[in-house]
């Protein structure tokens, strides 16, 4: 059974600030991960992905995965209050066929 | 831009009503997918297609069922509605590593 897990927070930052939104997850099996945020009452927007090692950078987000630890993590620079919403960690054990296995998010207030 | 269509944003049935919940995209991607999501459970994957006329189950397959007749559309059918199928819908199509969703459709069983 492949499980993802997620702080749900909330977790508040003040604006300008960087915040970690942390997830881990059990198959070691796990290709590819993904971060979506979600506003309330609307559907998940991808953000980025990752497969590799290390971080990868999109404007003022990182992801980051360490697959022997089995996390992944979204860091997000000079937080914003549009940034405000819950953030999704999912993953991709079945080569992208299959669907996504999908975190319960954590909730993030970005606090002017 | 990818776009992906659902039918209604806002349905109200009854228990025991045939329910058709429809999904469209516009970016010609082999793999479509149902979920819904709920308060404290998160999204949960129904049912997935990777070609027309192709299902599998997913995670929660019980009490539904889709239909692929052609490669843009994903329809999904619940034979007999039922009070705890109250749950907001998302359709999503898929190429590659990006996984797109729909607006959904928050459906009531009454």
């Known amino acids: 059974q492949k499980e993802v897990e997620q702080n749900s927070g909330p977790l508040s930052v003040p604006e300008g600030a960087i915040a970690s939104l942390n997830c881990t997850y059990s198959?070691?099996?796990?290709?590819?991960f993904f971060w979506y945020r979600q506003y309330s009452g609307k559907s998940p927007e991808l953000i980025m992905f990752?497969?590799?090692?290390g971080d990868k950078e999109d404007g003022r987000f990182t992801a980051q995965l360490n697959k022997a630890s089995q996390y992944v993590s979204l860091l997000i620079r000079d937080s914003q209050p549009s940034d405000s919403a819950t953030y999704l960690c999912?993953?991709?054990?079945?080569?992208?066929?299959?669907?996504?296995?999908f975190g319960k998010g954590t909730h993030l207030i970005i606090q002017p | 831009d990818v776009k992906v269509t659902q039918s209604s944003r806002y349905l109200v049935k009854r228990t025991g009503e045939k329910v058709f919940l429809e999904c469209v995209q516009d970016?010609?991607?082999?793999?479509m997918f149902w979920y819904r999501q709920d308060p404290g459970l998160g999204l949960r994957l129904i049912y997935f297609?990777?070609?027309?006329?192709?299902?599998e189950k997913g995670d929660i397959p019980e009490g539904y069922s889709v239909s692929r007749e052609k490669k843009e559309r994903f329809s999904l059918i619940l034979e007999s509605a039922s009070t705890n199928q109250t749950s907001m819908y998302l359709c999503?199509?898929?190429?590659?590593?990006?996984?797109?969703f729909g607006p959904g459709t928050r459906l009531t069983v009454t």
């Open positions: 999503a199509s898929r190429i590659s590593n990006e996984q797109y």
């Open positions: 198959d070691r099996g796990s290709q590819s």
């Open positions: 990752i497969y590799s090692n």
């Open positions: 999912a993953l991709d054990s079945g080569g992208g066929a299959d669907g996504l296995t």
């Open positions: 970016m010609d991607h082999e793999n």
């Open positions: 297609s990777y070609d027309v006329k192709m299902k």
